[in-house]
């Protein structure tokens, strides 16, 4: 049965495809009244912002913006199932140390999935997610991520799925013709290559730097289909993937929701046939969204912050009326905060600015840029040779400047590029230091 909704919620999917602005706002603001209403009457923790506010469900937009601080500090009284932060945090490290990502927990409408984010913000989250929900986002997913819609459907497919932890949104996209793989990042690199290439895929799910590993260790599957999921995908880590495994979409998601789907020309849309997006503008052009889901309601995300940045692109050709992404950019909290050349304080420079001008560089494999103070910068590189050093300052140099930096204030730390731990979540760029 669950199959068979999961079908279902496929196929109607391709009716929320608008290509009418007009009309998906109109569907958008129907589901909005409806969702807001149920919430404000099952969750504490959301009837409270509106009497804080003092205003009623039909007034959400106006409602100030809350964060992952928040939902995790209220996340007891947030829920509807009435489910416990404690419990939901036990079960899934447990989960996590067993590598068994069968078991729930049990809410008022029954066994609910759960999961934990990887936490590069400094908080791990935590999600729940009911049934209804789970059956729903696997039907989205199939949707937008089978190849040859709808025929793929009458074709089998050996979906390869690298992650950290294997949550049970996944097993329910399984069934007779989708046979679902689940290989442990956790595993060492030699057994993965091995095994992802005796399977040979036909669709390679994974954060990019774990595919590029995989395709540099000397995987040799060819997926008609490789999602990136997890991380930011570069232009250059979308080429390599594209020439080393096949053709490369990407899915924007996070522990408050399936945020943006590829549309069948590759392009990354917003899900706004069931998330409303507030966008925040921020300078260079970035957007930092505001999400609402219109339909979860195990977990509500209402008028949630990211801390992701998001630059929009023009109308897809596609002509899907959803909003393109042209790039994920990145968090906020990873933009680099360096003292400008008037001296009159400090310049922000966001990630994707330096991860294009280090993406230039002839011969640089790989890098890491981290700021570690309030002066300084560390880079690791790989290959550390004096000449990707040599040019590598010069390129962060150049970039700097053209934002306003004192580049003379600046110190560089130049060393070989460390592995992170298995499953970690790469950031090309960050910032650790924080200011006092």
Not at 178 to 202: C, G, I, K, W, Y
Not at 338 to 354: T, Y
Not at 360 to 385: A, F, K, N
Request: charged share 25%; with cysteine; net charge positive.
């Amino acid at each position: 049965m669950d199959s068979l909704r999961v079908l279902r919620y496929a196929l109607a999917e391709g009716r929320l495809m608008f290509r009418d602005r007009q009309a998906l706002e109109h569907h958008a603001k129907r589901l909005s009244t409806r969702q807001l209403r149920w919430v404000a009457a099952h969750s504490p923790f959301t009837a409270q912002r509106f009497r804080q506010a003092g205003l009623p469900p039909s007034e959400w937009r106006h409602l100030p913006p809350t964060g992952k601080t928040e939902m995790m500090t209220h996340f007891d009284a947030l829920n509807t199932e009435g489910v416990r932060l404690e419990d939901v945090l036990r079960v899934a490290r447990r989960a996590e140390d067993s590598r068994n990502f069968t078991p729930t927990v049990t809410g008022r409408s029954g066994a609910l999935t759960v999961g934990l984010s990887t936490g590069t913000s400094g908080m791990q989250g935590a999600f729940l997610v009911g049934r209804e929900d789970r059956l729903r986002w696997a039907g989205v997913v199939l949707r937008h991520l089978l190849p040859d819609w709808p025929g793929g459907l009458w074709r089998p497919h050996r979906v390869a799925f690298l992650l950290r932890a294997e949550g049970g949104l996944y097993r329910s996209v399984q069934g007779r013709r989708l046979h679902f793989h689940f290989l442990d990042l956790l595993r060492p690199l030699d057994q993965l290559v091995a095994e992802l290439s005796a399977l040979n895929p036909t669709i390679l799910v994974g954060p990019p730097s774990v595919l590029l590993a995989l395709l540099q260790a000397g995987a040799t599957a060819r997926p008609q289909r490789v999602v990136s999921v997890a991380e930011v995908l570069d232009d250059e880590d979308a080429h390599a993937l594209t020439v080393g495994f096949g053709p490369v979409v990407q899915v924007y998601q996070a522990t408050e929701g399936l945020l943006a789907l590829p549309c069948p020309h590759g392009e990354l849309h917003l899900n706004e046939a069931h998330l409303h997006f507030d966008l925040e503008p921020l300078p260079d052009g970035l957007m930092r969204p505001v999400v609402t889901d219109l339909r979860r309601r195990a977990q509500p995300i209402i008028r949630h912050r990211l801390d992701d940045l998001l630059l929009l692109g023009d109308a897809c050709s596609c002509g899907l009326a959803a909003r393109r992404v042209l790039r994920v950019v990145g968090r906020q909290d990873d933009a680099l905060e360096l003292p400008s050349q008037d001296r009159s304080g400090r310049v922000v420079v966001w990630p994707d600015f330096l991860r294009g001008a280090l993406a230039r560089i002839t011969g640089l494999h790989d890098y890491r840029l981290d700021q570690c103070g309030p002066h300084e910068l560390r880079l690791q590189l790989s290959p550390l040779t004096a000449e990707t050093e040599a040019l590598a300052v010069q390129a962060v140099q150049v970039a700097l400047r053209l934002h306003g930096v004192d580049v003379a204030a600046v110190q560089f730390e130049c060393g070989p590029l460390v592995a992170e731990a298995p499953g970690v979540k790469r950031r090309r760029v960050r910032r650790t230091w924080r200011a006092a």
